[in-house]
C-alpha cells in the first residue's frame, strides 16, 4: 500500500490520497494518470491491469485501487 | 430528412403523438418501426449495412455472454475438485474464446466500415505513389454509398459488444430491442454515440405522458433549431465564401473565416445534438450529453473533455485504454525504462496510445489527409502542452497569476483561438490549401480592409452580422447562465405568462431570423458526413 | 390548480399564439399594391358582388394586358371578366377556369395559347403570384401541386409566413395599410396602361431545336377543353398581338391543326394587325410587347363584335343591376385614365 501511495503521490504531489476517495469522480485523475500508473504498477507490482479493470470503482481511492492490484496478484 | 426539414418535423410529431397512445408494452417497437422508416426513407439499400451489423454483433454478443455464464458454472461445479492451475488454465482457454469471437466480429464490422469509407481514399493514395513512381497505370475509383450514420452506429454496436465482452452490460436477449439500440432514428445520423448501460435504461420502459418531460423536450428542440437556423446555417455563406477562394480571401479573410467557421461547427453540431436529445427527452428517453460548453475550456485537454463527449469517451475506453494497458505497450515500456531511464519509459504508453487514438480520431472524421493531419496536429499540441505542464506549475507557483480573472479570461481565449486554427483543416480541401491560407495570416497583411467594409464583400450583408451577433450574443448569455444549472429549470419557475412569452418569443425569433427557404440552401448538418 | 383552469390557460396561449402568428403572416406576405402589382389579381376577382359573367378571359399578360372589358361593356354590353396572371402557366390557367366554374358558369372562355410554350414551372416568384391569390378549394391545392418546382414545399404555401419570413426587414407603410385588404389595382382584371412606348428594333425569334409544345402542356389544355365541353362552355383560343416574345409559325402551325380537330375558334391577332389597325407607335406601351390603352381598345372591340355577331353573346345594358355595377366601373375607369395621363405627363389630344 505504501507502495502505491508513493507512486500516487509522485503523480499529483497536492492529493491526499489516503483520504480522497473521488479521485475519478472529482476529475483529480485523468486519462493520461491512469496510463501513467498503470505502467508504474505493472513496474512495481508486476501485475498488469487491462482495459476492462479501469472503471471508476476500481480508481476511486487509492484503497480500491489496492484491492484490485491484490486481486490481481492473487489471480497471477 | 434532415432536421430541419418540414418532413422531419411532421414525422417527428406524428410519432410522439402515437407513442402516448398506444399501450406502452409497443412504445419502443414503435420506436425500432420508425427508426427504420427512417432510414428506409434515406435510402433503401442503406438497410443492408445497418442489418449486417445489427445481427452479426446480437449474435456475437449472445455467443460471448453464453460462454461466460458456461465458464461460472464450470467453475461453480468444479470449485472443491480443480487445482488453482488448473482453474487458470481453463479461464485463460475461455477468454481466448471469447476474444477471438469478439475481435472477429469487430474486424468484419470495422472491415465494411472502412470499405464504404476508405476504399477510394486508399485508391486515390495508392494512384499518387504509382505516379511518384512514374507508373501510367492508375486504378479507378469505385462507387460505393456511404450509408447514413454508419460511423456512429458502427461504434455504438462496436461498444456495445466490449461491453459485454468485459462483462460491464448483459447480452440484450430480444434482437430486436438490440436492433432499437443500434437504431434509434435521433441519434442515428450524427450521434451522440450512446452506451448500452446508459441508454437501454430508458429506452425500452413504458413511459406515460409526462407534459414536464414532453414540454422540457420541445423546449429543447427548439433551442437546437435556434442554434442551427440562426446561426450556423447564416455563417455558412461568410465561411463557404472565404474557403472556396483562397487568394482572393486571404491574410485577414482567412482569419474570419477560421472564427466562423469554429462558431459554425458549433452552432451546428450543438445544435443537432440539442434537437436530438430534445426529441428523446420528449419520449421520455434519456441521451448522454455531447457538449459542455467547450468554448470555455481553458486547454484543449479540457477542451476535449468537453466537445464531442460521446466520442471522445468512446476512443478513451475501446481503444486508449486496451492500447495502453497491453502487455505489449507494457512490455515496451519497461524496455524503454531499461534502455532511456524511467522518465521516458514512464512517458512512453502515453504518447503511443494517444497517437494511435488521435490518428484514429482523424480518419473517423473523414477519409482524407486533412483530417488526419488534423488529428495529429491535436496529439502534437497534447503533447506538448503536456511536457511544459512543469515549467507552467513553476510559472504559476511563482507569480500566482493562475487565480486571477483576467488570466482564466486569457486562457480561455487563447484555448478558443487554438482551437479555431487545428479547426481550419478539415475546413479548408487540403492539407497544402489549410498552411497556404494560414500562412496568408502573417504575410498578407490586409488587415487595413477590416475599416474599408471587407466583412461586407463575403456574401452577408449588415443585417445578417446583426443577427449573427445577436444569435452569438444570445448563446453566449445562456451558455453563461448554463453554469449554475440547467436553463429550463429557472425559466420553469418563472410565472406562466413570462414563460410563455419566452418561448413563443424563442419560436418567433426562429421563424423570423432563421436562414431557410427559398434563398438560403437547405444545408446538411456537418457532422452527417461522418 | 384543477382541471378546467388549466384548460382556460392552455386556451388563452394558444389563441395568442395563432392570433400573433397570423397577424405576423398578414402583415409579411407582399401586398402587391405598388410596382409589381400583378399580384394582386388573382385576389379580386373574389371581391366582385356579382360573379355571373358572360365571357372570362383565361391566360396571361396576354389576356389581361391586352382586353379592356369596358370596352367590351360599352360598346357591346357584354358583361366580362379577365382570370389573368403574370406568367400563367397553362396548369394554372386550366385550375384557374376550374376555380372560376366554382362560382358560375360563363357562356364563352378566351383561353391565350402563349403559355403551351412552358412545358413546367419557370419561376417561383411567378407560381407565387398565381397561387397565393387564389382562394382555398381542391383547385387551387391540385394548382400548387402542378406548379411546384423541385425545390419548393406545400407547406409554404399554407403558411406563406414561412416563405416570406425574412420580409420583416423591408416593412414598408403600406404592409401596414393593406393588411387586411388590398387595394383595387385592375378594372375586371384588365391591368391598364396609357403610357406609350413604340415597337423599335424587335427581336427576331431565335432558333429552336424542337418547336413541338410539351406533353405536359398539351395536357392541360386537353383538359381545358375537356371541361368546357362538359358544361357547354364555348372556348375559344387567341395568340395576342404582342410582338416580342416570338410566336414562331412552326407554333401557330401546331396551334392552328389542333384548334381545327376540335373544331374551336383560333384568332391569331398577330395576323389581323391591319385589319384592326394596330399601330406599334402608338398602341403599345413597352415597345411591343404588351398593348397600352389604345391599343387594348382596339382590341376589344374587334373581338367583342366576334363574341356578340358570330357567338351570340347577349347584350345586357337593358338589365339594372348589372348596369349599375358597370357605370360605377366605368366611373373608377375614367378616373384611373385620368390618373395615368397626370402620372405619365401625357396630353389627352
Not at chain 2, 418540414?6 to 406502452?24: K, S
Not at chain 2, 485504454?321 to 497491453?326: I, N, T
Not at chain 3, 387564389?134 to 414561412?162: H, T
Request: contains cysteine.
Amino acid at each position: 500500500m505504501d507502495k502505491l501511495l508513493q507512486i500516487l503521490s509522485e503523480l499529483h504531489p497536492d492529493i491526499d490520497f489516503e483520504t480522497q476517495d473521488k479521485l475519478i469522480d472529482g476529475m483529480i485523475l485523468d486519462s493520461f494518470d491512469i496510463v501513467t500508473l498503470i505502467s508504474e504498477i505493472s513496474e512495481v507490482f508486476d501485475v498488469t491491469i487491462s482495459a476492462e479493470h479501469i472503471i471508476p470503482d476500481n480508481f476511486n481511492s487509492a484503497r480500491a485501487l489496492y484491492a484490485l492490484i491484490q486481486q490481481l496478484e492473487d489471480e497471477e | 430528412m434532415l432536421f430541419t426539414s418540414y418532413e422531419f418535423i411532421g414525422f417527428t410529431a406524428i410519432l410522439l403523438f402515437v407513442y402516448y397512445l398506444i399501450p406502452q408494452k409497443y412504445q419502443w417497437m414503435l420506436l425500432l418501426l420508425f427508426s427504420y422508416i427512417f432510414y428506409y426513407m434515406a435510402d433503401p439499400a442503406y438497410l443492408i449495412y445497418i442489418l449486417t451489423t445489427t445481427i452479426t454483433i446480437y449474435f456475437t454478443a449472445c455467443l460471448i455472454e453464453k460462454n461466460a455464464d458456461r465458464q461460472s458454472a464450470f467453475l461453480k461445479q468444479h470449485k472443491e475438485t480443480l487445482l488453482r492451475d488448473e482453474k487458470k488454465a481453463y479461464k485463460d482457454g475461455q477468454k481466448r474464446i471469447r476474444r477471438r469471437t469478439a475481435g472477429l466480429c469487430i474486424l468484419l464490422n470495422i472491415g465494411i466500415l472502412a470499405a464504404v469509407k476508405y476504399t477510394n481514399f486508399l485508391i486515390g493514395n495508392v494512384n499518387g505513389m504509382l505516379q511518384a513512381f512514374g507508373q501510367e497505370k492508375q486504378l479507378s475509383f469505385v462507387s460505393l454509398v456511404l450509408p447514413m450514420g454508419i460511423s456512429f452506429y458502427t461504434f455504438q454496436a462496436i461498444g456495445y459488444l466490449v461491453d459485454v465482452y468485459r462483462g460491464t452490460v448483459r447480452a440484450e436477449k430480444n434482437p430486436l430491442k438490440f436492433a432499437l439500440f443500434v437504431s434509434f432514428f435521433p441519434q442515428l445520423v450524427q450521434g451522440p454515440i450512446s452506451r448500452f448501460g446508459d441508454l437501454s435504461k430508458s429506452l425500452y420502459e413504458k413511459h406515460s405522458f409526462d407534459s414536464k418531460a414532453v414540454c422540457f423536450g420541445l423546449q429543447r428542440i427548439l433551442w437546437g433549431f435556434f442554434k442551427k437556423l440562426v446561426i450556423a446555417d447564416r455563417i455558412l455563406t461568410g465561411v463557404t465564401t472565404i474557403i472556396s477562394d483562397i487568394d482572393t480571401y486571404n491574410g485577414v479573410y482567412a482569419f474570419v473565416g477560421m472564427v466562423f467557421y469554429t462558431l459554425e461547427l458549433y452552432a451546428d453540431f450543438s445544435g443537432g445534438i440539442d434537437i436530438t436529445i430534445g426529441i428523446a427527452e420528449a419520449l421520455g428517453i434519456t441521451v448522454q450529453e455531447n457538449f459542455n460548453r467547450p468554448y470555455f475550456s481553458k486547454s484543449l485537454k479540457e477542451y476535449w473533455r468537453r466537445w464531442h463527449i460521446s466520442m471522445c469517451s468512446w476512443f478513451r475506453d475501446y481503444i486508449f485504454y486496451p492500447v495502453s494497458a497491453s502487455k505489449a505497450m507494457q512490455k515496451f515500456s519497461k524496455f524503454a525504462r531499461k534502455h532511456w531511464g524511467d522518465s521516458i519509459g514512464k512517458r512512453l504508453p502515453v504518447y503511443a496510445a494517444t497517437f494511435i487514438v488521435w490518428f484514429a480520431t482523424g480518419i473517423w472524421h473523414g477519409a482524407n489527409w486533412n483530417f488526419i493531419v488534423w488529428g495529429l496536429a491535436n496529439w502534437c499540441v497534447l503533447m506538448i502542452s503536456e511536457e511544459l505542464e512543469p515549467a507552467y506549475m513553476q510559472f504559476h507557483n511563482r507569480f500566482h497569476l493562475d487565480k486571477k480573472p483576467a488570466y482564466k479570461l486569457f486562457q480561455t481565449a487563447r484555448t478558443f483561438l487554438l482551437v479555431c486554427c487545428l479547426n481550419m483543416f478539415d475546413c479548408y480541401s487540403s492539407v497544402a490549401e489549410t498552411f497556404r491560407a494560414f500562412g496568408t495570416m502573417f504575410t498578407a497583411g490586409n488587415w487595413g480592409v477590416l475599416r474599408e467594409g471587407a466583412l461586407l464583400n463575403l456574401g452577408l450583408s449588415m443585417l445578417d452580422y446583426g443577427i449573427l451577433v445577436f444569435g452569438v450574443i444570445v448563446l453566449l448569455a445562456v451558455s453563461l447562465v448554463q453554469r449554475s444549472g440547467s436553463v429550463r429549470e429557472k425559466i420553469g419557475r418563472k410565472p406562466y405568462p413570462i414563460r410563455v412569452c419566452l418561448w413563443f418569443g424563442m419560436f418567433l425569433l426562429i421563424i423570423l431570423l432563421g436562414a431557410y427557404g427559398v434563398g438560403y440552401d437547405s444545408s446538411q448538418f456537418i457532422y452527417n458526413r461522418f | 390548480m384543477n382541471k378546467g383552469e388549466i384548460i382556460f390557460k392552455t386556451g388563452i396561449t394558444l389563441v395568442i399564439v395563432v392570433g400573433v402568428l397570423y397577424l405576423l403572416q398578414r402583415l409579411l406576405v407582399p401586398k402587391y399594391v405598388d410596382g409589381i402589382v400583378e399580384g394582386a389579381f388573382v385576389a379580386e376577382y373574389y371581391q366582385e358582388k356579382n360573379k355571373e359573367f358572360d365571357v372570362v378571359f383565361i391566360g396571361d399578360c396576354e389576356v389581361y394586358e391586352n382586353f379592356s372589358l369596358v370596352t367590351l361593356w360599352e360598346e357591346y354590353g357584354i358583361n366580362s371578366y379577365i382570370r389573368g396572371s403574370a406568367e400563367q402557366y397553362i396548369w394554372q390557367s386550366y385550375y384557374m377556369l376550374e376555380d372560376t366554374l366554382n362560382y358560375d358558369t360563363p357562356q364563352v372562355v378566351v383561353f391565350n395559347v402563349q403559355s403551351l410554350q412552358f412545358n413546367e414551372s419557370q419561376s417561383e416568384a411567378y407560381n407565387r403570384m398565381t397561387l397565393e391569390g387564389m382562394k382555398w378549394s381542391s383547385a387551387k391545392v391540385k394548382s400548387i401541386l402542378a406548379s411546384m418546382k423541385e425545390d419548393e414545399k406545400f407547406l409554404d404555401y399554407v403558411f406563406p409566413i414561412l416563405r416570406y419570413h425574412t420580409r420583416w426587414s423591408e416593412l414598408t407603410a403600406d404592409d401596414f395599410k393593406y393588411m387586411f385588404s388590398g387595394k383595387k389595382v385592375t378594372h375586371n382584371g384588365y391591368y391598364m396602361r396609357v403610357d406609350v412606348k413604340p415597337a423599335e428594333n424587335v427581336p427576331v425569334g431565335r432558333m429552336l431545336s424542337d418547336y413541338s409544345f410539351g406533353d405536359n402542356a398539351w395536357k392541360y389544355l386537353d383538359k381545358m377543353v375537356e371541361l368546357c365541353e362538359q358544361k357547354g362552355i364555348t372556348l375559344i383560343l387567341i395568340k395576342a398581338p404582342s410582338l416580342y416574345p416570338y410566336w414562331y409559325d412552326e407554333w401557330d402551325a401546331q396551334i392552328k391543326d389542333y384548334a381545327e380537330e376540335k373544331e374551336l375558334l383560333y384568332i391569331n391577332f398577330l395576323q389581323l394587325i391591319d385589319e384592326i389597325g394596330i399601330d406599334y407607335n402608338t398602341d403599345t406601351y413597352d415597345a411591343g410587347l404588351h398593348m397600352n390603352l389604345s391599343g387594348a381598345e382596339k382590341l376589344s372591340v374587334y373581338l367583342g363584335r366576334i363574341l356578340s355577331e358570330e357567338l351570340n353573346v347577349p347584350d345586357r345594358r337593358n338589365e339594372d343591376d348589372i348596369s349599375r355595377i358597370w357605370e360605377q366601373k366605368i366611373i373608377d375607369y375614367e378616373s384611373e385614365i385620368e390618373v395615368q395621363y397626370e402620372y405619365y405627363g401625357i396630353n389627352k389630344e
